[in-house]
């Protein structure tokens, strides 16, 4: 039987005091017991996010999957899923009529192997492309023009990487050791955008635990890792969620690290472990998962999360479904995690994205199962066509 974890919250008394207009949660960290059970609640994507949907033009040259990796103020930027075919499209933001590919594909200095992820800087008319296989990170203008290029740290595998200035990228080492223990080491870290030079971010923890599940199974090593985001937007941050440590920090160019959440038990006492992992957060509500380290590799299924939901007006955290009020039936729309479908932005008032498949849309609006301007839009849509992008706002 699937068990339930579920959070209780627990912010001291003191904060309630005086006559501040701030949430308690803008001072103070929340903790959060991941082996308790807690009510369930269904929640409407409306009412927290403004919908709009942007279907991305068809033609020969643009034929995406629709793998967001940046929204700005005016471009839709996407890759195709995998990492091999070195397609990158921009679309306009609006309309999501192409407006330009771009494919550097190759062995050439100026060019990348592949695209794990696409990190735009839109104030300076800046692209930098991470190219794990070579270890190095390409810079790029909007229309594909090489500016530079610079190495990744030796040994670290930048799994993740996000704007975080003017000056500097962040970055998460994901590297996983297969065959030895890990090595205790800062995993995030500042890099430049002119060098690659970095600054290491150390975050405090016991030994070192890894989301890399090793199992023999009928005489064979089998693996499997929980890829949830490690790095999260936040307003003028990021949320920095170090799996191995039991707080999960907020870090911001002028403030530095500041607790956001404190997961109980710790960590390094729990096998299997139970991970917390951050994902959308808005003014009132911080929306959680939980992913337990035991995969079953017979049934080849995924591990077992928990989607959470701390609301700041009631201090309470419930096991939260979220629906999509544009379709007819409750069908449910994870903001957590899931592959390629969703995209954490936290900018120009976006929150996430996600893809939604023209195939699925079509099959939808033929069977009456769509309302509104998402149906308005289905109806146009050919099965083979590309995506349409869910973007989801921060109501004003």
């Known amino acids: ?31 959060v017991d991941v082996t308790k059970d807690y009510p369930k609640k269904d929640v409407v994507l409306q009412d927290i996010f ?27 930027i996407t890759k195709n899923n995998g990492r091999t075919d070195g397609n990158i499209y921009l679309f306009d933001r609006t309309t999501g009529k192409g407006i ?4 550097r594909l190759g062995q050439g200095g100026e060019e990348y192997t592949n695209i794990l992820d696409i990190v735009l800087d839109e104030d300076r008319q800046e692209m930098f492309v991470n190219n794990h296989y070579l270890a ?10 090489f500016k530079r290029s610079f190495k990744q740290k030796e040994n670290y595998f930048y799994g993740e990487i996000g704007n975080f200035d003017k000056d500097r990228l962040i970055c998460h080492d994901d590297c996983l050791s297969f065959d030895k223990e890990e090595t205790k080491r800062n995993f995030f870290m500042l890099a430049s955008k002119q060098d690659g030079s970095i600054k290491e971010i150390p ?35 990021w949320l920095l969620n170090e799996i191995s440590a039991d707080t999960i920090y907020r870090y911001s160019p002028d403030a530095g690290l500041i607790p956001f959440i404190v997961r109980k038990p710790s960590v390094q006492t729990m096998s299997p472990e139970i991970f917390l992992f951050p994902s959308v957060m808005t003014d009132r509500y911080y929306f959680m998962q939980t992913a337990k380290k035991d995969f079953d590799f017979k049934m080849d299924s995924d591990v077992e999360r928990t989607d959470l939901m701390y609301d700041k007006e009631t201090n309470k955290i419930f096991r939260v479904t979220i629906y999509n009020a544009d379709y007819t039936e409750k069908v ?38 769509l309302r509104g301007h998402l149906k308005k839009i289905a109806a146009k849509l050919d099965e083979e066509d590309n995506p349409v992008i869910m973007i989801a706002k921060y109501k004003r």
Not at 218 to 235: A, E, H, L, Q
């Open 50 to 76: 403004d919908i709009e949907y942007v279907p991305l033009e068809t033609s020969d040259e643009f034929l995406t999957s629709g793998n967001v990796r940046a929204i700005g103020k005016n471009l839709i």
């Open 136 to 145: 190095k990170i390409v810079v790029y203008d909007l229309k594909g023009n």
């Open 203 to 237: 975050i405090p923890y016991d030994k070192v635990k890894t989301s890399l599940i090793l199992k023999q199974v009928d005489g064979k090593k089998r693996d499997w890792s929980i890829y949830n985001k490690r790095m999260i937007p936040y307003k003028d941050s």
């Open 100 to 103: 330009r590919r771009i494919n």
């Open 332 to 369: 449910p729309v994870k903001i957590m995690f899931e592959m390629f479908m969703l995209s954490f932005i936290n900018k120009d008032g976006v929150a996430f994205s996600r893809v939604l498949p023209a195939f699925e849309l079509a099959e939808a609006y033929k069977n009456g199962k």
């Open 1 to 31: 039987m699937i068990s339930k974890y579920i959070i209780s919250v627990i912010i001291p008394a003191f904060i309630f005091a005086g006559c501040s207009t701030k949430s308690p949660i803008e001072n103070n960290f929340i903790t």
